[in-house]
């Protein structure tokens, strides 16, 4: 699925979370900070720390809502700076344990305050492993992508090592050949033609190679062998 669609897919759940939050009891100032915040889900890839402080007021006046946790999951996903993890969290389950207005934050039973403030620091903590999570799935991945190449590169240069020996050791039969052949000419030029110059020649094509001597004529006639 694109980016984009997953993208609008989170801005049109989390506007309707706060529509369904805040229908008939918000506030004009609530329902800016769920517009800002919803709205801002768009940016959550390019800057995922200032979505996060956006989508932070909505937890002031909603039980959990759905922009803050995308917003942490993504940061958790993009950054590896753990204490900063740590404090979006702790941030988080801060904002969602207090009460709208602040004015009525600490009126209530305060060992009630603490459970749900642990319980809010339980759900924020969620997102923030999930990231975690799937970032080093990404950081395996990449690993596993960097041993193949590594591999494959050895292979490359085994294949190459090969090719050179095999090379080196036909260039050195080439050698024994020519040589052999060519002191065979040399031999019948002295014997056959005294005097005369021989013009070696090598060739080589892809699959064969040899010599062709050519003699010139000799300067004085060849010595007749007694019987």
């Known amino acids: 699925m694109p980016p984009w669609a997953v993208d609008t897919g989170l801005v049109v759940l989390s506007a309707l979370d706060a529509w369904i939050n805040l229908l008939g009891e918000g506030t004009p100032v609530m329902w800016a900070c769920a517009a800002v915040g919803s709205a801002g889900l768009f940016l959550r890839r390019r800057f995922p720390m200032a979505v996060f402080l956006l989508t932070l007021p ?55 305050t603490l459970v749900q403030f642990v319980y809010t620091l339980a759900t924020a903590f969620t997102p923030v492993l999930f990231g975690q999570l799937v970032q080093a799935r990404h950081d395996v991945a990449r690993r596993l992508v960097e041993v193949k190449e590594a591999r494959e590169h050895e292979r490359v240069l ?36 005294p005097g005369a110059c021989a013009d070696v020649c090598l060739w080589h094509d892809a699959h064969h190679f040899g010599v062709t001597v050519t003699n010139t004529a000799p300067t004085r006639p060849s010595i007749a062998r007694s019987d």
């Open 58 to 112: 909505m937890t002031l006046f909603m039980d959990v809502a759905v922009a803050p946790i995308a917003a942490l999951y993504t940061l958790a996903a993009s950054t590896r700076n753990r204490p900063l993890l740590v404090g979006c969290a702790l941030l988080n389950a801060a904002a969602g344990t207090l009460v709208w207005p602040l004015s009525d934050a600490f009126d209530g039973n305060r060992a009630w």
């Open 158 to 193: 085994y294949a190459q090592t090969v090719l050179a020996r095999e090379r080196a050791q036909l260039a050195r039969e080439m050698h024994d050949v020519v040589s052999h052949q060519v002191s065979e000419a040399l031999t019948k030029v002295r014997k056959h033609a």
